[in-house]
């Protein structure tokens, strides 16, 4: 988990980068990895395979704009904007939900960051969600995931043991 954030962490830097060389007028006020989702013409953005279906992307919130993939969505044209907080398998997360006037719907889904509330550009309701994952599941997750990477250590082990013999013999 600790090298998938160094690596987030790195795209996040470079985007950051090339977001300010291409627009030096904007201040950044956060960036993060997200999943973005966008629908447009009145339908709500709902979580479900959609959602799943989702790709990763930085996002960015400016003192102008927030931007996402090809999106940049000026904060004047921002309607109604929703932040749900809730606790997921990984840690917890929150769910930025944008509506604009010109009726698109944009959900961005990320780790839970204190810097976003420390913006004052973007106005949301703020709202936290309780158990949205079965206190069962977590439980299982956290026992079945360890014992799943050590077959699978001890799997990748014993094929390059036997690798090594056939090379040896």
Known sequence: MEALWYFDNLI?????KNYKRQHPDEKILFAGISKALSRAFEKEVKAGSDYI???KTVFLLTDRNVAAREWRIKTEEITRAELDT???IHGKAMLLKIKTR???NYQFGMRYDER???QNVLRFEHKEIEHVIPTWFKLAHRILVPIWRLFIIVFVIYWLVRLFRWIGS
Do not use: E, I, L
């Open 86 to 88: 809730y606790n997921s």
């Open 102 to 104: 010109n009726g698109c």
């Open 116 to 118: 976003f509330f420390k």
């Open 12 to 16: 996040v830097k470079r985007r950051v």
């Open 53 to 55: 279906d989702a790709k």
